[in-house]
DNA sequence: CGTGGCCTTGAAGTAAATCAACACCAGTGG
DNA sequence: CCACTGGTGTTGATTTACTTCAAGGCCACG
């Protein structure tokens, strides 16, 4: 399952690649005994049977490197993603231009439910992260709930999960101070793993309602207190007592 | 339909009395006979004879008057809720003791539906005005899941909605200066109706994220400027173009 | 070696929080 | 009836945190 890995889609912002680096059809068989092994797999409820029966449907295994667009905000909708690998941030546009992050999307996840009910896309979703998805055609997925209600129950947690996911950005993300703010972001991030990522800091900023330049103040100040410290490139490991005191937990 | 109202939920808050002003036990047949006329209905997909048949059903009808509790943070999912008339608050508290109101909920709204996972109830749940709701226990709901999949478009369509909803709080309610969001959610609780009943500067802070003073001076301000004038009790009209200007739409 | 994209940092300006006082009203009890 | 009370809303003065504007540093890349 190897995947080459291209430059990070370059020029301006906007004008994202929408293009798959590594990518292979594959069926619904392959594509889920993978994900079961994960253990959040859509279809962890169907039977073998169900699943080779299902099996001759091609699902696309898709890969995207950071700064490429999964879809964009008012596409008409096609298909629904689990992310199987990497991050994704989920923004909005407002009328003005200005744009707000609202979720992050991480392995386990599915994006773009909304196209279940034969609407457009409601976000941009943008992989931060290199990532690997299955793209499942909302036609394949209507016709497998048509048939195997146990399908029904795997949906609603991920409804669930996305609706629970927003409400921790308004109670969490979206309250208190900038420190406070950036000091719970940096939990989340940190909450799975030694280290993580760091995001680019207009990210951080679109994500908590706040400057770059507050989010970076902010971020150097962290670094300072040794609260944060680099373990790699982009990647940091935080001291989560420090935070959790900051954060007001 | 008659109901009798007491006077509203006395002493200190957070002690609000939990229980129905205004009730009947109905039937599933009956409560959604009425919510089909309100176009909203859960069980709009069912047919006739459906309907007739889960008509054994116990459905709780239920009436709050502003200030008392639907549930609490942390209860055990006993039920769903369907708000039939009124608005309701969903309000979530962080460990500090603080809290946050991530979603109203207003006639043709689900909520509490994390229940139908096995889920304790994520929000608290506070009428803000009297408030009819038919209270579905999760029993039912699943059992009548398992025999028509025909609910599962309807409960999707509900998830969905929520998802929307918290998703409009973070770009329009938590973004901008505190002007910005004041007019934005007046335009929202002005977007049905000639005029809207006027929530406190307390719910207002709760849902913006400011503090109660500042939303009272920004409310203050746009009564100044006309751009909001009252029409009775806590009743107000806006001018939706100005507030469509300061909102940056 | 230059260029562009991010990040950092400083200084100044400003919006909002904070602290505090008071007005207003409905309800309560003298 | 009036005086009291508690809750809610308003307003002012002050302080603080964040934004804004501006400059420069760092690093990958051509």
């Not at 909005?92 to 909304?114: H, K, M, N, T």
Request: hydrophobic content about 40%; glycine content about 12%; proline content about 3%.
């Amino acid at each position: 399952m190897g995947h080459e890995q291209g430059p990070a889609a370059g020029g301006r912002k906007g004008a994202a690649v929408d293009q798959a680096r590594f990518d292979g059809a594959t069926d619904l068989g392959q594509a889920c005994r993978f994900c079961l092994r994960r253990g959040a797999a859509l279809f962890r409820d169907l039977t073998d049977e169900e699943l080779t029966r299902f099996g001759q449907m091609q699902i696309a295994d898709l890969g995207f490197l950071p700064g490429e667009v999964l879809y964009r905000q008012g596409d008409p909708g096609q298909a629904v993603y689990m992310i199987r690998d990497g991050m994704v941030k989920l923004e909005q546009f407002l009328p003005d231009g200005s744009q707000r992050i609202v979720r992050l999307a991480r392995g386990g996840a599915a994006i773009a439910l909304e196209v279940l009910l034969d609407g457009d896309c409601e976000h941009q979703a943008v992989a931060l992260q290199p990532t690997r998805v299955c793209r499942l055609p909302r036609e394949v997925l209507l016709r497998i709930e048509g048939e195997t209600p146990r399908l029904h129950r795997q949906l609603m947690a991920f409804w669930h999960a996305s609706v629970s996911e927003a409400d921790t950005w308004l109670t969490l993300l979206s309250t208190g101070s900038a420190r406070t703010r950036v000091a719970r972001l940096l939990l989340l991030l940190s909450e799975e793993g030694e280290s993580f990522e760091m995001l680019s800091r207009e990210d951080i900023g679109a994500m908590l309602g706040i400057t770059t330049e507050t989010a970076s103040r902010t971020v150097a100040e962290f670094r300072r207190a040794g609260t944060l410290r680099p373990v790699g490139v982009r990647r940091f490991a935080v001291d989560r007592g420090a935070l959790a005191g900051i954060s007001g937990t």
